[in-house]
DNA sequence: TACTGCGTTTAGTAGTTACTAAACGCTCAT
DNA sequence: ATGAGCGTTTAGTAACTACTAAACGCAGTA
């Protein structure tokens, strides 16, 4: 017995869901990028009230937080005084976007205290084993940061690649 | 004027909790893993309320949490009833035992359910324009999370061959 | 046996979050 | 002007989360 195609739109919308969730995103949010990925045309806020169950206000914010990473975009027609969304199809180009977006986020904040607990370690020399321990771990973990900080610039460039060059790190990495 | 070492720890605590946070966890959890961190010797569990001002009862069940990561050992001294509680330092080491713990979890069953979805697109096949967008979309997406994957893995290989080889994927991408 | 010192579990709570419902403001058409 | 049709903002709420305080269980010891 055959699924039909929309029970499968809602499984994958269901599933995009919880991957919003995890993240640290509203559900919402993946649920509506979810609609708009599905959608080969771009859809007016109504469509997607339509098609999430959501109200117009939580749209309305949670696509605004999509189109600042860069996970949809706003668009209209002449003549008609709805906006449209589509979904970005480019999802290196939407990683390198949420990243920059995040810039002067939390995240980057707490991320550079690490770095300014190191320069205050620096400016408090003394010589003495628990000043030299502690230097030693937070540096290290500022090392470790600095790692992931790097892979995580190479990986918003494979768009400009292709996906197949993953395949070229791993034989680097073998 | 020289900040005291014990400051500089606080700060450096206060840091790990907000990234800890960012991440999705409690943010006690980040202040328990970074007072371990910067701690030469193991720690009780006493130690550590008095150190981050956390109850017990909290203490416990995050520390079992950060266990279960691989991000904490617990360890015993003979004719001593107490636990101790110690950091772990190689930190790929930690992300490898983090994403082996993930393997049931919500997120894998979500990332799942996108294959999921392919494979029931697979067994509906229709020939109409509608299916043939909404399979090549989901396609996309897979290869998208394939391609992350192989990368994440590439990642927890990191350790095995020092830092250093950052440099040469980057080589590889530029 | 009772006591002491552990870690754990549980009940309750303050704070946060993801929403809904509805008022609002803007722009265009009449 | 007035009204209709948009998207946005706001006030309120139900559900959840990260904790605290305190009871609990379970050793080893007197």
Chains 1, 2 share one sequence.
Do not use: C
């Not at 919880?18 to 559900?27: A, C, E, H, L, V």
């Not at 749209?59 to 937080?65: C, D, W």
């Not at 976007?97 to 690490?114: G, M, P, T, Y």
Request: hydrophobic residues 40%; proline residues 2%.
């Amino acid at each position: 017995m055959p699924t039909s195609l929309s029970k499968i739109k809602e499984d994958f919308t269901q599933g995009l869901s919880q991957i919003s969730r995890f993240w640290g995103f509203p559900k919402g949010m993946g649920a509506i990028f979810a609609v708009l990925y599905l959608s080969p045309t771009p859809l007016s806020l109504d469509e997607i009230v339509r098609e999430t169950g959501l109200t117009k206000g939580a749209i309305s914010t949670e696509i605004r937080a999509l189109a600042r990473m860069g996970l949809v975009h706003r668009s209209t027609k002449l003549g008609d005084r709805k906006d449209y969304y589509e979904a970005e199809t480019d999802f290196y180009a939407a990683i390198r976007s949420i990243l920059k977006e995040r810039q002067n986020s939390e995240f980057d904040r707490a991320i550079r205290s690490v770095k300014e607990t190191l320069a205050a370690l620096d400016e408090n020399w003394v010589e003495n084993e628990e000043w030299q321990f502690v230097y030693a771990r937070v540096q290290a973990l500022q090392d470790f940061f600095d790692a992931i900080d790097s892979l995580g610039k190479a990986v918003i460039r494979l768009e400009s690649l292709g996906v197949v060059n993953v395949q070229k790190i791993l034989s680097v990495l073998k």
